[in-house]
């Protein structure tokens, strides 16, 4: 509570509810010796625009109380008591990335598009009211990803329906216009709601004593679990939206039947207010994460109950590689631009082009600019990204040919190496991509 101003905070590790504890505009940095780039933490750290560096050994031991410490979370690198040559270089490196900024501002209504007129819809995940500022600033289609439980963990708890549905109106007015993708609740594995898991663990559910959170009573297993809960949601959701469109996805499905069960207590809902003679919205589109792997072996008939589906590579890869995302030991086990992982995000797009369903992609990968080049070349259509990722991956998309990528990844087709990322970075150096 009583940070001092401009203050660096230092820890082991921390939790999305325990960084946003902070005032955040004391924060000027935070450093972790654990953590990882797709850790909650961090996602939560980007979105509040706190630089954030996870995996730095012994820093507790290293820095004193008070010491001035330049911290670089681009490149990963901590000064402690830096020399004076040191804070020169860093001012005019902060120079030019501020002038690189204002390049990527005057693309803002500049279209995604790449020198082969390929158009990329680029969209933001946003996490707090606060994000939605960033929406217009970043020039995003739209928000691909609103993560809602976020908001509550900061609060501590999810609110009853209609406050709820104040905060899902309040995003849509500051969208203006644009179109918000809300994901219903994602709680527990690391977003633990410290009030949700009190009541949980009276009723026999004790989330904390879990040995694989991530794999264990989270998201929509909660929901369809507590059907209350999911109810109230969609129903703010509802009424949020009465008269416009409303786009909502659920995370962590892992079989058709739970997509059907949800979407259904979605339908009841639009049923019930419908009788009432309460204003519905105009559209509705549901949409499903794939997050869980199982879930890419029932596309077929998933496609026919969703309207949309969206990637959410950060969980989908950490269960595919079964390496846990928040773990800085493992953090560099496996690339997300394995040739194993591309094929698998490859072959998702050619069956949704087939029926035509919208496909996204709005894990972290998204916003690094060399990762998403490769998720172009794989026919990604749509991304949804950190906002002050838009202006770098737009760069990129703006001096691709996406033909010619795609020719690439092809003739890469038998490679069986860790990882495309040299050879994709050449591809990129080559033909002048902007990474
Ligand atoms: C993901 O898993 O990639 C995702 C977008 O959701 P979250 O990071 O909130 O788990
Ligand atoms: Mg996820």
Redesign the pocket.
Known sequence: DDLPQDALLIARNMGPAELLDYDQSRLRAVVLEEGSA?A?VT?VAKALRIPMLGRVERILERAEPGDPVIVDADTGFVFIRPGEDVEETFATSMAARNSMQAEFAALRSEPAITRDGVEISLNV?ANLIFDMAHLGDAGADGVG?F?T?IPFLVQGDVPPVEQQAKLYSEVLARAHGRPVTF?TL?IG?D?AMPAFAQAASAEGNDIGAEENPAMGWR?LRIGLDRPALLRNQLRALLQATAGGDLKVMF??VSEVAEFKAARKILDIEVARMTERGSQVPGRIDVGA?I?VPILAWQIDPLLKVADFV?????????FLFASD?GSPRIADRYDPLSPAGLNFLGQLVEQCDATQTPIS?????AGRPLDAMALVGLGFRTL?MAPSSIGPVKTMIRSLSAGDLKRYLDSLQDVAEHSLREKLREFAIDHGVMI
Request: with cysteine; net charge negative.
């Open positions: 797709t909650h996602i995940n990803l993560r439980e994901r994602d594995g977003k998201s995370p962590m994460m997050e969206s990637i959410g590579s950060n969980d989908l890869l950490q995302r992609l709005c894990g972290e990968m949804s």
